[in-house]
């Protein structure tokens, strides 16, 4: 009968080995459910437990929880419109607008933002109304909402403004 020394020899050094490192190693934890499970190859207890112990009796540290994953964004959803984004703060009358912003070229940066509502593009700030003439865009007026407060005035355009610079960026 043959015998192979070099198997034996390697069974014997990875017992070796892994008994040395099982002693150092081992750790019971108890989970939340009750259940007391033995980590081998570990100096901590997985996140969740409620305790851990070496085991001579020694308490031990216990994995921080994972942050949550966030879940994916829906491929086929699309990202929030501007109004909806907006919320109570959406100043005009039509929801189903495009936002852009285009850069004007000057001396300084001239961010012009414009909606576009059913073929039909109007100036929302100062720097794109200035360019309305030049551009065939329209006067925000007729979609922008008064402010029932004040007769006379219309609610504040800002956030739609702050809205469309940021595609600027």
Not at 136 to 153: L, Q
Request: proline share 11%; glycine share 8%; charged share 20%.
């Amino acid at each position: 009968m043959h015998h192979n020394w070099a198997n034996t020899f390697l069974q014997i050094t990875l017992l070796g080995v892994c008994g040395v490192g099982i002693a150092q190693a081992q750790v019971k934890c108890t989970m939340p459910n009750g259940m007391v499970i033995t980590q081998q190859l570990s100096d901590k207890c997985p996140a969740g437990a409620v305790k851990g112990e070496t085991p001579d009796g020694k308490s031990i540290s216990i994995a921080p929880p994972k942050p949550p994953t966030p879940a994916p964004r829906d491929p086929f959803k699309p990202p929030p419109t501007a109004a909806e984004t907006l919320g109570d703060r959406w100043p005009l009358t039509v929801r189903d607008v495009v936002v852009r912003c285009e850069v004007i070229p000057a001396r300084q940066r001239l961010d012009a933002v414009t909606v576009t509502h059913r073929g039909t593009t109007y100036a929302v700030n100062g720097i794109a109304d200035a360019q309305r003439a030049n551009r065939g865009w329209r006067d925000i007026a007729p979609i922008w909402k008064a402010n029932p407060e004040i007769p006379g005035t219309k609610i504040g355009i800002g956030p739609l403004i702050d809205y469309g610079r940021q595609l600027c960026r």
